[in-house]
């Protein structure tokens, strides 16, 4: 307690020392903690790119393949038609499960509350990708939505979409995908709305629309072979059957060109950061050679010495650390679903558990920042004589 | 209690040369000569704060150069107070919290009163919670003193105890050391004030190396 009490009162009387090696500290800190949640965060939704959906291939018309993309990696809205009779080519094809969706912008009119958002219509008995983020998937009923998990809306809560009400029954799990803005509603409702005279002028008074199928081989046959067995099938169409790389190529580029620039800017921020700390220490240590001299002269062990040198700076790196860890928190929790919107690719909070290993990756660096600044300036001082740090004329 | 033989310590010519010095329990041994002639090396030397390039210094019969360091620093805080001339004041402690200093190092529960009746009788009782850089030379001077004479160790070393000191706080200091000797204190002070050499049993006088 001692220690720790000489320790406040020197980060005290050093006011303008004891901010400088904060804010370089936190500084560090924000550079590993912060950037590293943050491309972290987006590597944890590139990664689920392949695997979130459950689906091996993608059949979507080939005009509409961007489209398509934006809505399913960056969340944009869209509405995207054909007609499932244009599927009965693939109807033979044996080992396959196939799922449709049919992916409708609402409108902002009076008569929809949700304006803006993306409608993602799936069929409950044949679904295979939306039940993966929500136990209630399998069993919506047709007055029944699911919504995304940045789409705001509470269970129980009353949603209006297309001029019909429907009730919040779940809210799935984050996929990372352009799925967490959207709302989920039975193919039945669908029909419901694409069939009505209401919006005639917009889908033709007409149901079994779809907007995409998604294909999952059951066989183990092989996708290449799988892949090019459908687009025969479906050849004369304007569908097209690509596969899970073919869509997330692009945004791979773009997702490893962010986070390269983002980690480089990390190392760049991280070295000067963590140079100019080392300096200080250095520097502040061996300013105080005379008060390890003087100390050594009145019988202070070195040990004594050197943790009264280190609570002070531990005290300082612990706090440099605490806030700057918060601070990353405090910008990127709250903001989760508008970075995710700005950034206009998957992102993906990572587990608690991913977070405190970054933390304590955190933590460990600083910690062997400060060991080795502090190491280095005490062994060098205490190589010397006591009478030659005190500046003795000798 | 101290006993040193042909001890020298060469700094590229300046330094201290050979030189005997023999300190009996209760004694008090002046040291004077010329700036340079090595009067800081010798007090370092004994003190176990530098080691000699040649020589033995024994402190109660125990070869202090056969000391590891971590010894050393143990036998001066519990039976050396060194009054440097380099030495510093803690500047992020008060002067009371610098003068119990060595006794919360040593692990013991220092004694405030007695901190502050030494404070007393050295005339800083008036700044004893402020801090070093808000004190004058003189006072500053006189905490060190305090500090060294509060661990109550057996033998007092002290490099120019009264250099650029008025002669008011000269003379407190002057007085404090003679009160410390009486009461069976072994001294030994190296000092150009010929008042405070005439309080020493015998004074050594050291010459220039070259």
């Known amino acids: 307690m001692r220690t720790i009490k000489y320790a406040l009162n020197v980060i005290t009387y050093s006011r303008f020392r004891s901010i400088i090696v904060f804010i370089l500290v936190f500084v560090t800190t924000v550079c590993i903690f912060g950037t590293g949640l943050f491309t972290d965060n987006i590597k944890s939704g590139a990664d689920k790119l392949n695997g979130t959906t459950n689906t091996d291939l993608y059949i979507v018309p080939q005009e509409y393949l961007d489209s398509t993309k934006d809505m399913l990696f960056k969340g944009k809205a869209c509405t995207i038609l054909f007609h499932e009779d244009e599927l009965n080519g693939i109807q033979d094809i044996q080992g396959i499960d196939v799922s449709r969706q049919l992916y409708l912008e609402t409108l902002e009119m009076s008569c929809c509350s949700a304006g803006g958002l993306q409608i993602v219509a799936y069929d409950p008995k044949t679904d295979f990708s939306v039940r993966q983020w929500s136990d209630k998937a399998p069993e919506l009923k047709a007055d029944e939505i699911l919504a995304g998990s940045a789409s705001h809306f509470k269970i129980g809560e009353e949603v209006n979409a297309f001029g019909r009400s429907f009730k919040v029954a779940d809210i799935l799990e984050e996929t990372g995908m352009g799925y967490d803005s959207s709302l989920f509603l039975t193919y039945e409702a669908a029909d419901s709305i694409t069939a009505s005279l209401d919006y005639k002028f917009m889908f033709g008074q007409q149901d079994g629309l779809v907007s995409m199928l998604l294909v999952r081989q059951n066989s183990g046959s092989d996708i290449t072979s799988l892949s090019e067995q459908i687009n025969a099938a479906l050849s004369g169409s304007e569908l097209k059957v690509y596969a899970v790389d073919e869509l997330t190529s692009g945004l791979r580029g773009n997702i490893r060109m962010l986070t390269g620039m983002v980690g480089i800017m990390d190392v760049f921020a991280f070295i000067i950061a963590s140079v100019s700390l080392f300096a200080m220490v250095t520097v502040t240590t061996q300013q105080r050679r005379k008060v390890a001299g003087s100390l050594l002269s009145v019988g202070c062990g070195k040990g004594r010495i050197l943790m009264m040198f280190l609570s002070e700076y531990l005290l300082l790196f612990a706090a440099g650390t605490v806030l700057g860890i918060i601070t990353s928190l405090i910008f990127l929790l709250p903001l989760h679903d508008v970075l995710k919107t700005a950034l206009d690719m998957p992102y993906k909070l990572i587990s608690a558990g991913q977070a405190v290993g970054i933390a304590a990756k955190t933590l460990a660096i600083n910690a062997g920042m400060l060991a080795a600044a502090l190491s280095f300036t005490f062994i060098t001082i205490m190589k010397q004589e006591p009478a030659m740090l005190t500046g003795e004329n000798l | ?210």
């Open chain 2, 1 to 210: 209690m101290i006993e040193a033989r042909n001890i020298s310590r060469d700094f590229g010519g300046n330094g201290l040369g050979s030189t005997d010095i023999s300190l009996d329990k209760g004694g008090f041994i002046g040291i004077s000569g010329a700036s340079g002639c090595g009067k800081s090396t010798l007090l370092n030397i004994l003190t176990g704060m530098l080691r000699p390039d040649s020589g033995t210094v024994l402190i109660d019969g125990e070869d202090i150069n056969k000391l590891s360091s971590a010894k050393r620093t143990a036998l001066r805080a519990g039976k050396i107070g060194y009054i440097m001339q380099g030495s510093v004041l803690l500047g992020e402690l008060t002067v009371l919290e610098n003068i119990i200093l060595p006794a919360r190092i040593a692990g013991k529960t220092p004694d405030n009163a007695k901190a502050e009746k030494l404070c007393e009788k050295l005339g800083i009782d008036n700044v004893m919670n402020s801090y070093p850089s808000d004190i004058s030379g003189g006072e500053y001077r006189r905490t060190m003193l305090a500090r060294i004479l509060f661990a109550d160790t057996p033998i007092l070393v002290a490099d120019e105890p009264t250099s650029n000191l008025d002669e008011e706080s000269a003379a407190i200091v002057r007085n404090m050391i003679k009160e410390v000797h009486d009461k069976g204190v072994s001294i030994i002070a190296a000092t150009h004030d010929s008042e405070l050499l005439s309080l020493a049993d015998s004074v050594i006088q050291l010459h220039p190396l070259h």
